[in-house]
């Protein structure tokens, strides 16, 4: 019996472990988006309401992996560009607890059979427009940060993933 419930852990964990952010394109690109060659990083919006504000070792490696994004879809980086990139990241926390079957047998045992942990979950917000401030491009990624030894790539998977939407420069 115990055999089993471990491959079932298993088999949960990997499942949970393997999915994929999902994208939400807020508004689909304008026809000229994809005429445009060049591209300027505005600092990140940190005007959040939604949420926690991640730790700024997020916002560099975001910020490094859509510039590398851009500049692999023809783009390039200019001061005086003719597209302007904004982004904002919120870190969501969710509360996640796991009951076991038998409490230790000791006076603290029901209070130790309750182990909580948080599950964080970041949201990448990419808004691209003209230098008239109009939204030639704009969505959303959310993904799961967890478990926080894979923040790093969890990160630019989903960076990639909502770069991925925009179209390549001609």
């Not at 472990?17 to 445009?36: D, E, I, K």
């Not at 500049?71 to 009951?99: D, I, M």
């Not at 959310?142 to 925009?166: D, G, K």
């Amino acid at each position: 019996m115990p055999v089993l419930r471990i491959v079932l852990l298993s088999l949960l964990l990997a499942g949970c472990a393997t999915s994929s952010p999902q994208v939400l394109v807020v508004q689909t690109a304008t026809p000229s988006l994809g005429t445009r060659h060049s591209f300027e990083m505005l600092p990140p919006s940190t005007n959040n309401t939604d949420g926690q504000l991640p730790p700024t070792a997020d916002y560099a490696q975001v910020e490094a992996s859509l510039r590398q994004g851009l500049l692999n879809h023809g783009y390039r980086e200019s001061k005086k560009a003719e597209v302007r990139v904004a982004y904002t990241l919120t870190l969501n926390e969710t509360p996640l607890e796991f009951r076991v079957d038998n409490p230790p047998n000791n006076p603290l045992g029901s209070y130790l059979a309750v182990h909580r942990f948080q599950d964080e979950s970041v949201t990448l917000r990419l808004r691209v427009s003209d230098r008239a401030d109009k939204t030639l491009w704009q969505g959303l990624i959310t993904t799961s940060l967890s478990p926080s030894w894979r923040r790093a790539e969890l990160l630019h998977a989903a960076v990639v993933t909502l770069l991925q939407q925009i179209p390549v420069s001609r």
